[in-house]
């Protein structure tokens, strides 16, 4: 499958900001991308947040007004992965130091490969 267009944008923050600014560079992002269904989808499956298929996670709670069936298992979270992190959020707790380590990790690498991208 080819690229999508937010895996070359060099800072991946704009799509978990609360920024206005970077919310609409985001959903600009999304815009140009042929997977916009597909991804708007998964995230609505998944209860991502942040900027998914160019919608915003309350622009898709109210997209997905379908309540969770009673008794209906969540799905488990992924501990120690970025994506985890983001689980956690969504349930409305605290992300475990293991997640909290990744989602930071990550945020690193995002920040020096833009200062990569400054300096070259
Ligand atoms: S629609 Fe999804 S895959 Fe495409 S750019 Fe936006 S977030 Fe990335
Ligand atoms: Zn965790």
């Not at 991946?12 to 991804?39: E, G, L, N, Q």
């Amino acid at each position: 499958m080819d690229a999508t267009p937010c895996s070359r944008v060099p800072d991946r923050d704009i799509f978990t900001s609360t920024d206005p600014d970077d919310i609409a560079a985001a959903k600009a992002v999304c815009s140009t991308c042929p997977f916009t269904k597909a991804c708007l989808k998964a995230a609505l499956e998944l209860g991502e947040v942040g900027v998914w298929g160019g919608t915003t996670k309350a622009q898709r709670t109210r997209l997905n007004h379908t309540p969770r069936q009673p008794g209906r298992p969540r799905k488990p979270i992924t501990h120690g992965t970025r994506q985890g992190y983001f689980q956690h959020r969504n349930r409305g707790e605290d992300a475990c130091i293991e997640c909290k380590r990744a989602a930071s990790a990550h945020s690193k690498r995002m920040r020096a490969s833009k200062r990569q991208a400054v300096a070259s």
